[in-house]
Nanobody, 115 residues
Framework: QVHIVESGGGLVQPGGSLRLSCSAS????????MGWYRQAPGKQREFVAS???????HYADSVKGRFTISRDNAKNTVYLQMNSLRPEDTAVYYC?????????WGQGTQVTVSA
């Protein structure tokens, strides 16, 4: 079993920055990829960014050039640096980890972008 914990959310003004962290613990064998998703009120969960062991990164078009995903394999931790935040980035941000065909999710961290 893999346990995922996100942190770093909060309230920020438009144009501001936040850094989210996601740590995996438990039975860690080989986490192939980790990523971030978000879900705004009344909307479906959507992909934000992911990073593999490559490390290869992939971003949603809506965050390209503003968000950066990175990974510390030694700590089984992934980060999401979010710059130039917009009100439409407001959502609960979830982290996932993929290991041996299984996907593990965290509980999410709230990000609110508002003046």
């Amino acid at each position: 079993q893999v346990h995922i914990v996100e942190s770093g959310g909060g309230l920020v003004q438009p144009g501001g920055s936040l850094r989210l962290s996601c740590s995996a613990s438990g039975i860690i064998i080989n986490i192939a990829a980790m990523g971030w998703y978000r879900q705004a009120p009344g909307k479906q969960r959507e992909f934000v960014a992911s990073i593999t062991n490559g490390p290869y990164t992939h971003y949603a078009d809506s965050v390209k050039g503003r968000f950066t995903i990175s990974r510390d394999n030694a700590k089984n931790t992934v980060y999401l640096q979010m710059n130039s935040l917009r009100p439409e980035d407001t959502a609960v941000y979830y982290c996932d980890a993929q290991q041996r065909g299984q996907t593990y999710w965290g509980q999410g961290t709230q990000v609110t972008v508002s003046a």
